[in-house]
């Protein structure tokens, strides 16, 4: 016989245990007539009789067989299954119960686990992220810092064991025109080589040459995702060729990426638009071309065979050149490099937080389950002494019983693995959806693809909680004396179980109390950021008004913004409407502040958030002045400079036991200007319990426009319902300026929602958990 | 006197470690299936040795998971389907080893016993 024979047989033996054992069983029957015929031509009558005494057991000879053919292991798991699904029916309640527990304990590991996984570990979804590796400049605290195509150009020569180096601006918010329509969307300046270092082929046409990217502002070629292809586009299948406008200038779309592809910033705004770098003003990127310019991220491909320790090396001898290209002075920063997996560096500090609850939310959840599953196992061995006593008494071998009750612990694990790995793909989904809105209606997109590790990471822990308590569970159980266990009655052998019972339910109890209590607080605390701020936050939409994208020159973003607002309040649905320079309108852009302010032109040592904002400002969003008064259309640029300060900066700057009042009327300097505050206004920005008031200063929108590329947010407070008067109020400022694009509208309830996403998340997977903590107890409790 | 002496022996103790070699040694013969196997061996030995078919099956399942042997099904000539089996090539090699580790060991035993 062959080796193929040999594979054959055992191969057959395996798959086809079925017919080997009608096999064997006709070969018996086989034997035994002959045996039979045999017989009576020896004695005549009671042949069959004979026969069957000289064949003998005939189960026997079948198990003899099969374990002369290797297949007894799999005969006796088949025989234990049978027997272990068959007793689990029995006891629904226990089954049920453990199942749950099991199910639940693994789903809170395996969702804190793909979180973590998705934050920090995953690779990005691209055919080359095994060799993908991230380049930066690390800051002193750990954060990363990026530091443009100089930079990359350097890497290219000095460091051999890459083969690829891509320059990627990947997080850019264009103007996008299609047709008659403007939008905004997400896009990308990257080098040509980025398609080729990813391993992606174009769904459509073609993607940029290094030729398309190698003279500045030349070459207008796009790349389009397949999602922008099929929404803005409609699927057309002339879109080759079709030009679109991006920031003010018409661009030919060449490509389509292929259907999924997102760009590489995870956990960021997903790509739309693709750009040679050459093209970058469009995204007011103005810098490029010139030395220094800070735009760019570094993304390498290791070459065949090179490590990740020897790239390290090599960045190492070239730290002083790269420094010198990346930054103006003399000093060298350390630069490293690191798997291109999970979130971007940049990114990730905002998720260390979530991933160090959850995992401690996960820990606790994981050790009432284990508490249930010791209290769920004690029971049944308890609930069970007699019949592993009766068997013990009819011949079974400790270790036969032993490996019964390990299948009946593996088939309760396997089935509360896969539903507790079904859950935590739930789980998870919900938990990052939390995350795909942010605070300014940008989505934002994760990489949750399902891998190898988060099905296989319930399973091992289902394999290994099956190994920590089945295993002691059933020691336990089939080490007793059947004489002892017979003679005593049921009751008197179940004592130490119950008492080790309640132990474990009161330990579950005292855990759930624990997880309610911390839910209970997480929630007062976000109810007093949302609801106790000292502003008004109902019935006030936000917008962004972006001719910054669309390159309005100041002269017409001007007088378009004034009659944008002379519209909007002429509205019959309108109350008030209010402005602010840039950014968010209740947040600090800088939470360190990016004024120096101080009492007078010598003394600026104090650092404020200096926030230009419109008049009518305060009251719009029903901020209570303290002292003095609020900006008014009076405050222009020519007359006297004022300012306002939030009560923080008073009392940094003239001790905190000042009144507001006198404040009022009081020189103050902010840089090289010197300002008079005209008005106190309390600190309502909302802030968690933790994070030190910011002072503020503001200035009037108008006073001080120089500077302003128009960027402008809007709070407008609405009479009726602010979801219902979005539309009409995004169409009022569209048709003041056709090529500006209005975007960021929501309700400012809504993005306060947002940006506290961290404290919601917080607070709702606090009280499940609690919820399931205390249903775990009810369950043990019971059983 | 032989016959009663050989029927009195523990059957065990002389199958021991040799029924792969008898097994092996009767398909030499012709293709055969495990009732044809255990008669033959009884009939040669005028039923000093009796294989039962609790050791004759296992047996027979082992040496084609060694691939020694074959089987397969076949219409006997009494109309019934019977499971045959044949000596494969490498049964033959393995026959002929451990013909002369018995062979060894018989020589060995006759030299202890002062008959060699």
Redesign the interface.
Known sequence: MSLLDALRYRSQALFKRAKFGRDAAAELEHHLELETIEQRRLHGSGARERAHRAVGNVTFILEERRAAAGMAPFYTLTQDLRYGLTVLGRRPAFAGATIVTMAVGIAAVATAFAIVDSVFLRPLPVPERPRLVRIFFQRPGGGARRRGLDAVRVLRSGAPALDEIVAHESRNVLQVGVGDRLIEQHGAFVSANYWRTLGIQPRIGRFFTAAEDSVLDRDPVAVVSSSFWDAELQRDPHVLGRRIRIGGREFVIIGVAPFGFDGIAVGEMPNDVWVPPSMARVGRLNCIGSPRCPVGDALGRLAPGASLQALRTQLRTVEPRLSAAAFPDDSVRHVTAEPAAGLSVAERADYVGLSRLLSAIASVILLIACANLSGLLVARGTARQREMAVRISLGASRIRLIRQLLTESLILAAIGGVVGAFASLWTTRGLMGFFVTDDEGFRHFFNLEVNARIVGLPLLVAGVSTLLFGIVAAFTSSRIEPADVLKTSRSGAGVQGVRIGSMLVSAQVALAILLLTAATLLMRSAASLMHAQQFNADRVAVLRWRPDLAGLEEARFEPALHQIVERLQALPEIESVAYRRCCNLVWSADPHGNAHVGLSATDTAAIADAQFVSPRFFSTLKVQTLAGREFTDGDREGTERVSIVNLPLARKLWGASIGPASIVGRALQIGSAETQVVGVVPDYQPRGAFTAAVPVVYEPYWQTVAGSDGDTRFAIRVRGDVTHDISLLMKTTGAVEPTVVTTEAMSMSSQIGARYVQLRLGEAVLAAAAGIALLLSAIAAQV | MARRDAQKMPKSEVLKGTLDLLVLQTLTLQRM???AIM?HIKGLTDDALTI???SL???L??L?????V?AH?ETSPTG????YYDI?A??RRQLGEEREQFDRAIWAIGRVLGRV
Do not use: V
């Open positions: 299936h495990g009732y008669q039962e078919p609790g099956y296992p047996t399942e082992r084609q998971k060694r691939g020694w074959t099904w019934r389907d019977a499971r494969t490498a049964g």
